[in-house]
């Protein structure tokens, strides 16, 4: 069974940092790119980042591009998601995925003073 | 605003067919395949159809998607009150080099 377990969410002041966290289970993970998702509090779903299976390759929304980074570790089969420079509209559940289909259970960042 | 267009909401009755859309332009739709997800409240999304009209694993087939040019479809038949749900159209854009997501449709089964 494909499973998708995040951790690392919390409170942090706007300007912070946090490290989040997506261990994967079931499946091969150095076979698939990985996705984030965030969903800010009553918004809809918002394509965060990808990493190819290699990490050769990565791709990031414009809101994010130079303060996030997303990285694997294919002998952990861990995926990650380094989060600088938050602001306010950062804050929402964070979602790991395998490529676009499976999720996991997600993981809330709240950026607050 | 969202890169892809879905209506906020639809609505049925038990049994009936519903359909929602999602509509793009060429560098998302147009020139990539669709992806569909339901979420139901306090979940995680679920997928529901991808590559325009394929069936993951234990989706039922009362969910059907359809693409044309710059819009896609997915269609709900037999409605039930467990698909009381957001709906949301995902796809790869060309031009933003990276995954799409359209504002959603919340699905009220009367």
């Known amino acids: 069974e494909v499973q998708l377990v995040e951790s690392g969410g919390g409170l942090v002041q706007p300007g912070g940092s946090l490290r989040l966290s997506c261990a994967a289970s079931?499946?091969?993970?150095?076979?698939?790119?990985m996705t984030w998702v965030r969903q800010a509090p009553g918004k809809g779903l918002e394509w965060v980042a990808n990493?190819?299976?290699?990490?050769?390759?990565?791709y990031y929304v414009d809101s994010v591009k130079g303060r996030f980074t997303i990285s694997r570790d294919n002998a952990k089969s861990s995926l990650y998601l380094q989060m600088n420079s938050l602001r306010a509209e950062d804050t929402a559940v964070y979602y790991c995925?395998?490529?676009?289909?499976?999720w996991g259970q997600g993981t809330t960042v709240t950026v607050s003073s | 605003q969202s890169v892809l267009t879905q209506p906020p909401s639809a609505s049925g009755t038990p049994g009936q067919r519903v359909t929602i859309s999602c509509s793009g332009s060429?560098?998302?739709?147009?020139?990539?395949?669709v992806n569909w997800y339901q979420q139901l409240p306090g979940t995680a999304p679920k997928l529901l159809i991808y590559?325009?009209?394929q069936w993951p694993s234990g989706v039922s087939d009362r969910f059907s998607g359809s693409k044309s040019g710059t819009s896609a479809s997915l269609a709900i038949s037999g409605l039930q009150s467990e698909d009381e749900a957001d709906y949301y159209c995902?796809?790869?854009?060309?031009?933003?080099?990276?995954?799409?997501f359209g504002g959603g449709t919340k699905l009220t089964v009367l």
């Open positions: 995925g395998r490529a676009m289909a499976v």
């Open positions: 079931g499946f091969t993970f150095n076979n698939y790119w």
């Open positions: 990493i190819k299976p290699d990490g050769s390759e990565k």
């Open positions: 060429s560098s998302n739709i147009g020139s990539n395949t």
């Open positions: 590559s325009n009209n």
């Open positions: 995902a796809a790869w854009d060309d031009s933003l080099n990276g995954w799409v």
